[in-house]
């Protein structure tokens, strides 16, 4: 057969070659160990914690490393395709800080390595396609779906692998003439691999998060290119990754059934392989097993999850770390105060199993982030996050700033600061009772009479002075305790508490639901001086209005 001359056939209108390719997208000049990746979703609309996985892996690899991340659009298959699902994913992966360097952008293409959507680069895969025709590595296929199916169904009848290889391979060899005949006739075709593999053979590969594996060659004629001429995920993925001078591809574990057909289409093109970085699915507990994260059953797997509820994207940073790298959370015992990215990452160092999601620890880790924050930070963060989630508090938070920073303040600072959001859906409910429009009538306890709240409340505020200090101000409470007949002795209410109508706690808890509404709240002296006098009084004054 002669091979060129079915290239030609095949591919009359391809007239670049190869080498021009290399020409036209040069090796990357950039010093030794520095890493080229890539994200390469294709749009499908959904952004997941699996793309910040592969983000920030991919991230921290290339940016560590002085390298490149890129982000290429895998749109070779337009029934998935979701409108505006590129844009949702460059500003989602921004909102999480992974900033891409070149590829796809939302001006459009950025970098010289493009086009980087792969809906725009047929020419270029064709070049390779008939590169490997002329070379006898494939070769185009005419089968119909119906022969397809019959074959799959001998092969399941006689309990042999399925697929086109061997002698099921019916278009591998056949003539010059068989092939004229059918486009003549104007019959689609595919192109496909001429596989020389054997699975019977077996070799070594090593992978960065797998570690060393044994793999069993391809024999399969895998499909190149589509009856449409686009190609598939394989075959764009090896054309790609090397004219774009990718270094390490960082992709979803998904992939490896198919690497030992990838490592064959590598060599056959004449390429370097690139390293492998294929990571584990996220797992989370289901009861007492551990499962994958799904798309239908768990909400939390959608990134867009964690900014409605109003995870900041720090402590969700932060915590992916804890769940990628094994010694993640020693480094940061170390160095509590380090930027994240000061940690050294490394893919080694990810689960292979895949890696244990836990929400409540991530909560947990959110806390801790949030309790570090200075209040304007978090005065900040909470405003953007409620411009958008709940308008009506945002308004009340911009319209006096310093207020609302000095209540965020509180217990801020310090060895041990209060630890009281974890995201910014629960601030409302810890500091809402500072704005007149959230707060909420107190439900006094029915075992103490009326007429004595009534009477703590007026004593308290006979005596109640914005000049005192604390400890000034929790006397006078103490010695309306007293005035009551209620005890501040905790040790004696405690040993008989039927010997007391109360204590100081309960005197305390009266002023607290009248001044907040509330049971608890951050520490009521510091509310009063926050809130001033004249909000201090009315508040209490309301209150034994009703009472
Ligand atoms: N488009 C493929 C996917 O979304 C990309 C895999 C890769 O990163 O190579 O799974």
Redesign the pocket.
């Known amino acids: 057969m002669d091979y060129q001359a079915l290239a030609d056939l095949l591919f009359p209108d391809v007239t670049d070659t190869p080498e021009m390719l290399e020409e036209r997208f040069p090796v990357r000049n950039l010093p030794e160990g520095a890493v080229v990746t890539r994200?390469?979703?294709?749009p499908t609309g959904f952004v997941h914690l699996g793309n910040l996985v592969q983000g920030l892996t991919s991230e921290r690899m290339a940016h560590q490393s002085g390298g490149v991340l890129f982000l290429r659009v895998?749109d070779t298959d337009a029934k998935r395709e979701v409108p505006g699902a590129v844009e949702v994913l460059i500003n989602t992966l921004k909102h999480y800080g992974i900033h891409f360097d070149e590829g796809a952008s939302l001006e459009g293409d950025v970098g010289i390595y493009g086009p980087y959507h792969q809906s725009k680069r047929a020419a270029i895969y064709h070049v390779y396609a008939k590169k490997l025709v002329a070379e006898g590595k494939a070769y185009p296929c005419f089968c119909t779906e119906e022969e397809l199916t019959a074959m799959r169904e001998t092969q399941e009848t006689n309990k042999e692998n399925t697929g086109y290889y061997g002698k099921y391979a019916m278009w591998r060899d056949r003539p010059m003439e068989d092939i004229q005949a059918q486009l003549d006739a104007g019959n689609p075709w595919v192109l496909r691999f001429r596989s020389t593999g054997s699975i019977e053979n077996q070799f070594k590969f090593d992978d960065l998060v797998k570690g060393k594996l044994t793999i069993t060659e391809n024999d399969v004629d895998h499909v190149l290119l589509k009856s449409d001429g686009i190609p598939t995920?394989h075959f764009a993925?090896a054309v790609d990754d090397h004219l774009m001078r990718t270094t390490h591809?960082v992709?979803?574990d998904e992939?490896l059934p198919s690497l030992p057909f990838h490592i064959q289409l590598f060599k056959a093109l004449g390429f370097k392989l690139p390293k492998y970085v294929h990571i584990g699915p996220l797992m989370k507990m289901d009861g007492a097993s551990k499962r994958k994260l799904s798309k239908r059953k768990d909400p939390e797997l959608a990134l867009t999850y964690y900014k409605a509820e109003g995870f900041p994207v720090e402590a969700v940073c932060e915590y992916m770390m804890t769940v990628l790298n094994s010694n993640f959370e020693d480094w940061r015992r170390a160095n509590p105060d380090a930027p994240i990215d000061a940690f050294k990452f490394s893919p080694k160092k990810l689960n292979p199993a895949g890696s244990l999601f836990d929400y409540a620890k991530l909560t947990d880790v959110s806390k801790n982030v949030i309790a570090k924050m200075d209040a304007s930070k978090v005065y900040h963060l909470l405003t953007q996050w409620a411009e958008e989630f709940d308008p009506d508090f945002a308004a009340r938070l911009t319209a006096d700033p310093a207020f609302a920073t000095a209540i965020l303040a509180i217990g801020r600072g310090g060895k041990k600061p209060r630890k009281d959001i974890a995201v910014w859906k629960e601030a409302k409910a810890y500091m809402g009772f500072f704005y007149d429009a959230y707060l909420e009538k107190p439900v006094f306890d029915e075992k103490f009479d009326r007429a004595v709240i009534s009477r703590a409340l007026r004593l308290f505020l006979d005596r109640f002075d914005m000049a005192d200090d604390s400890a000034a101000w929790f006397d006078k409470v103490k010695a309306i305790t007293e005035e009551l007949g209620f005890t501040t002795d905790m040790k004696a209410y405690k040993a008989d508490p039927a010997a007391f109508p109360g204590t100081v706690a309960d005197v305390s808890t009266f002023i607290r639901q009248a001044v907040t509404g509330k049971t608890n709240s951050p520490d009521l002296y510091t509310v009063m001086q926050i809130l001033g006098y004249d909000r201090t009084v009315a508040r209490i004054q309301a209150v034994m209005e009703q009472l």
């Open positions: 994200m390469a979703p294709s895998e995920y993925h591809v992709r979803g992939w």
